[in-house]
């Protein structure tokens, strides 16, 4: 277990978008919204605790057939534009309140998805440049 990872930036940021998600995805469950949204909100919370526990256990190093950071980004990129449509559509249909509040906390974690993929593009583009800058022998 990686007992600095979830002190870190990118530990926090996982843990804060698994409660985001959490309770986007219990405001469109309480609102009774529609399908979509439930399923959106769910899929998110679920991958992003897959994630998060990848990176606590260490298993990234195990298993190797896959660059994570990679697969990461990608998640982070395809979970934003998702929410982006499915949490428009949530906030300007607002059947009740439980459906805005969830549109809403949808938008929030859409800023953490982009910004978690940000940080995973520069750490992956310092640490290039660092074993590119290594001396040859």
């Known amino acids: 277990v990686d007992r600095a990872y979830p002190r870190s930036v990118q530990g926090l940021l996982k843990i804060a978008r698994t409660m985001v998600a959490l309770a986007t995805l219990l405001c469109f469950v309480a609102s009774k919204a529609h399908e979509a949204y439930v399923a959106l909100a769910g899929m998110e919370t679920v991958i992003t605790v897959l994630f998060l526990l990848l990176y606590l256990l260490r298993l990234d190093a195990r298993m190797r057939c896959l660059f994570w950071?990679?697969?990461?980004?990608?998640?982070?990129?395809?979970?934003?534009?998702?929410?982006?449509?499915?949490?428009?559509?949530?906030?300007?249909?607002?059947?009740?309140?439980?459906?805005?509040?969830?549109?809403?906390?949808?938008?929030?974690?859409?800023?953490?998805?982009?910004?978690d993929a940000i940080l995973l593009c520069k750490k992956m583009s310092l640490a290039k440049a660092r074993g590119r800058s290594a001396p040859a022998k």
């Not at 697969?71 to 929410?83: E, G, P, R, T, Y």
């Not at 428009?88 to 805005?100: C, E, M, V, Y």
């Open 69 to 115: 950071p990679l697969a990461d980004i990608f998640n982070s990129v395809i979970a934003a534009l998702s929410l982006l449509v499915v949490c428009l559509f949530a906030i300007i249909n607002r059947s009740n309140k439980g459906t805005l509040a969830g549109g809403v906390l949808g938008l929030v974690l859409l800023v953490l998805c982009l910004v």
